[in-house]
């Protein structure tokens, strides 16, 4: 059959003259084959249905490599994902204008942020925030919420609402009572949670939260690290932005951040949702026990030293996050994130007006993925990881992203890395490419 009488799903694509970013290396003079959204193995198809490629696309030499995933973002083009005032189209409007904006970043998947709220906030935000799949035209993947508190210390709130701030003496039902109906649906609402481990019966719940399939992230916490290991032994698996909005590093009691230097934490005979091995991990032919943690990486937020200082100790587990809120894609001024005013100074750093207290950032993937390349010194291969596989692996969905294997999605973007920085320059989703 000629391939102009072929529908376009069941087109069949080859991408040529490309440098692949295949299991952790760049691997020139290959091809990278998808149909239906899906990357396929070309061998099935010559012996199967005997068929080669019905369109060509010339990379020209450009770096390939798997779509960006963004775990924390707070919404951005002055839309807030905690603002619920709104009638449901409108924030249905607004849900699709941020997906839609994040795609030319080389963002493909997402996971909505969610500050501090009450439970009228999530019952009606949450649904609107569900799993669903990406497009060209739709815009980047929604891969569930993140529902950053209220489960956190009144020590650490930053910019979050301390007067919907909750315990769980009760358990796994004082967490259904904050959330409703939407965390019983486990990860197919709720793909990430933030808590503080010190808070009072949050510890003892995370086993209950990571058998729905939730994420357990800790952070806006104040905790000593013996509270930081138990938690992690109990489930969790992350660091919510590192640095931020916990205890400062000391060495006695190094806190949460003391976590990244952890030798006896049970290891994992599985290597879902935890890191792989490297040369600092306490067993390196099995994955890493400690956590992921996530890194905004804009220079305001954390020390370009500290990001090393990070990486250097446990470099499988970063995760480049933007944080970025409502201000996002707009110029310095004051905007709203989660009810409160916020103020974005020429850097970009966004503050709660009238304070030095950060609120979030302004700054999008791609140039997190430069800078953390220029403040670690990291082969690029590690940089560009660190905002694919590494957050899949974090979330458990790496058989079908992060990577550029056979049978993932057909989520990639093409890089202009040829000045040493890399540059988005053409953007795929389920095989799709983005109009620029």
């Not at 030499?61 to 619920?84: C, E, K, R, S």
């Not at 930081?228 to 698996?237: I, L, Q, R, S, Y």
Request: glycine letters at 10%; proline letters at 6%; one cysteine or more.
């Amino acid at each position: 059959m000629p391939s102009s009488e072929i529908s376009p799903s069941d087109k069949i694509y080859k991408i040529i003259n490309a440098r692949l970013l295949l299991n952790h290396e760049i691997v020139q003079d290959s091809y990278l084959w998808f149909q239906n959204g899906k990357i396929i193995h070309p061998q099935n198809l010559f012996f199967s249905a005997r068929r080669d490629a019905d369109e060509i696309i010339d990379a020209k030499g450009l770096l390939v490599v798997p779509g960006f995933i963004d775990t924390q973002i707070n919404g951005a083009y002055g839309i807030d994902f905690a603002d619920y005032e709104e009638p449901v189209d409108v924030l249905k409007k607004n849900i699709d204008t941020v997906a839609k904006g994040l795609l030319q970043y080389g963002c493909t998947a997402f996971c909505p942020t969610v500050v501090s709220s009450s439970p009228a906030v999530y019952e009606k935000v949450l649904p609107l925030l569900n799993p669903r799949k990406g497009s060209a035209t739709g815009g980047a993947e929604i891969l569930g919420a993140h529902v950053e508190g209220p489960f956190i210390s009144v020590l650490k709130k930053g910019a979050h609402k301390q007067s919907v701030f909750r315990t769980a003496k009760n358990g796994i039902q004082d967490f259904d009572d904050a959330y409703g109906s939407e965390l019983k649906k486990g990860s197919k609402a709720v793909s990430i949670m933030t808590v503080a481990p010190e808070i009072e019966g949050v510890c003892d719940a995370i086993p209950d939260l990571v058998a729905r399939g939730i994420t357990v992230a800790m952070g806006h916490s104040a905790c000593r690290i013996a509270d930081a290991e138990k938690a992690v032994t109990n489930g969790a698996n992350s660091i919510t932005h590192l640095f931020n909005a916990m205890q400062a590093f000391h060495h006695r009691d190094p806190g949460l951040i003391g976590v990244l230097g952890a030798a006896d934490l049970p290891i994992p005979e599985k290597a879902n949702r935890h890191p792989a091995a490297s040369n600092t991990s306490p067993d390196r032919n099995k994955p890493d026990p400690r956590p992921f943690y996530g890194l905004i990486c804009d220079g305001v937020h954390v020390h370009p030293n500290s990001i090393r200082i990070a990486y250097y100790s446990h470099p499988t587990g970063a995760v480049l996050v933007t944080d970025t809120l409502s201000a996002m894609g707009l110029p310095k001024g004051d905007y709203v994130l989660g009810g409160c005013e916020i103020e974005v100074d020429e850097k970009g750093g966004a503050y709660l007006k009238g304070t030095k207290t950060l609120a979030g950032s302004t700054i999008t993937i791609d140039e997190c993925i430069r800078n953390f390349q220029k403040f670690t010194n990291c082969p690029l291969v590690e940089a560009i990881e660190a905002a694919t596989l590494h957050p899949a692996r974090l979330l458990g969905i790496d058989k079908q992203k992060g990577t550029l294997n056979v049978g993932g999605d057909a989520d990639f973007v093409f890089l202009d890395d040829s000045t040493g920085e890399i540059r988005v320059k053409r953007v795929f989703v389920a095989g799709e490419e983005v109009a620029r």
